[in-house]
Nanobody
Framework: QVQLVESGGGSVQAGGSLRLSCVASGVIKSIPSMAWFRQAPGKERKGVALSNGDRATSIADSVKDRFTISKDRAKHTLYLQMNSLKPDDTAMYYC???????????????WGQGKQVTVYS
């Protein structure tokens, strides 16, 4: 079993920055890939950023050049640094972990509880 606990998020004015953190515990070796997804009200959950065990990362085009994903392996923590935030970034953000490096939410076995990010103009 793996547990994912997220922190960070909140409300910020457009153009501001926020950081999300996700601490993983449990059988971490079973989850070489971790990712951030987001879901706005009435919309499907979509991948924002991916990170795998080989240090490869990928960022969605919609947030490229504004969001950065990183991982502190010693602390088993995944981060999402969000800069130049826009109202369209408003959503519930979820940390996910699983065996595959994928943009599909179905590839991830474990999910955090979600953190709300609200960007106001």
């Amino acid at each position: 079993q793996v547990q994912l606990v997220e922190s960070g998020g909140g409300s910020v004015q457009a153009g501001g920055s926020l950081r999300l953190s996700c601490v993983a515990s449990g059988v971490i070796k079973s989850i070489p890939s971790m990712a951030w997804f987001r879901q706005a009200p009435g919309k499907e959950r979509k991948g924002v950023a991916l990170s795998n065990g080989d240090r490869a990362t990928s960022i969605a085009d919609s947030v490229k050049d504004r969001f950065t994903i990183s991982k502190d392996r010693a602390k088993h923590t995944l981060y999402l640094q969000m800069n130049s935030l826009k109202p369209d970034d408003t959503a519930m953000y979820y940390c996910a972990a699983g065996p595959r490096f994928s943009w599909s939410s179905e590839a991830y076995t474990y999910w955090g509880q979600g953190k709300q990010v609200t960007v106001y103009s």
